[in-house]
């Protein structure tokens, strides 16, 4: 199936490597990259552990000029966050921000009523939903994932 969505730009919105102990590599956006790779798609990957400032980020963003950004986070911080994502969408409003990690799998769609700068959320294990979003199927089709429809938080099982 060809692809709506190519390039995918991934952040870990972690918290700092003191609090986690040691810098883990992102075992979640592996997967996902594995997965769209086979696709087709070209991914990265920013991990704000490693101590990317939002200028940094901006950066990245525009060098590589990605169709979406994934954004994968813990509870933990997880107002800042929300506040990286509106700082994102605030410089690059057309670029789609999808976000999946356990904050969004435990609050599911609380999550993008509480941030309206993520348009999409991802729930447990994205490897398929997330291709199927890339490949441009209607989200109403899609497992595991949230959506906005005419003004409503949705989420489809």
Not at 65 to 94: C, N, W
Request: charged share 20%.
């Amino acid at each position: 199936m060809p692809l709506k969505y190519k390039r995918i730009l991934f952040i870990r919105a972690n918290p700092s490597a003191a609090w986690v102990g040691a810098v883990s590599p992102p075992v979640g956006i592996a997967y996902l990259i594995a997965a769209l790779e086979k696709h087709g798609c070209q991914c990265t990957t920013i991990d704000t552990a490693l101590g990317y400032s939002p200028g940094k980020i901006h950066s990245r963003i525009q060098s590589f000029q990605p169709d979406v950004i994934g954004i994968s986070m813990l509870t933990y911080k997880y107002r800042e966050v929300y506040r990286l994502a509106d700082e994102i969408k605030k410089h690059f409003p057309d670029i789609p921000i999808i976000v999946g990690g356990a904050h969004v799998s435990t609050l599911r769609q609380k999550v993008l009523e509480a941030c309206l700068s993520f348009d999409y959320g991802f729930v447990r294990e994205a490897e398929e939903s997330v291709v199927e979003f890339c490949q441009g199927m209607s989200p109403d089709r899609i497992k595991g994932i949230i959506y906005r429809e005419n003004g409503n938080v949705v989420f489809y099982r």
